[in-house]
């Protein structure tokens, strides 16, 4: 069982950054791949990026590439994404998630097991 917490929203205007953290519970966290997903009212939830329990492979939704960056630090036990050149269009609810596996990497919610309650991010034009 993995306990996730998210941190770090906030409200930041057009082409400003802000870095989400998500804290998990546990002593086995290097052992899960993570991801992180947003909601935009009205809309489905959407992969955002996710990375290997080793931190060393990522992957990256089409609209963020080149502007976010998915890392971890297994010996804290928190995956952080820091946004940057925000646009209105990331407005969202961000969730982190917990894969069932190590070393793949997923851009499908189903194949994660564990989610965080998630935190408002929101962009002003």
């Known amino acids: ?17 802000l870095r989400l953290s998500c804290a998990a519970s546990g002593r086995t966290f290097s052992s899960y791949a993570m991801g992180w997903f ?10 955002v990026a996710a990375i290997t329990g080793s931190g060393g492979m990522t992957y990256y939704a089409d609209s963020v590439t080149g502007r976010f960056t998915i890392s971890r630090d297994n010996a804290k036990n928190t995956v952080y994404l820091q946004m940057n050149s925000l646009k ?14 190590r070393d793949g990497l997923s851009g499908r919610a189903d194949d994660y097991d564990f989610w965080g309650q998630g935190t408002q991010v929101t962009v002003s034009s």
Do not use: I
């Open 1 to 17: 069982q993995v306990q996730l917490v998210e941190s770090g929203g906030g409200l930041v205007q057009a082409g400003g950054s």
């Open 88 to 101: 209105p269009e990331d407005t969202a609810v961000y969730y982190c998630a917990a894969a069932g596996f």
């Open 38 to 47: 947003r909601q935009a009212p009205g809309k489905e939830r959407e992969f």
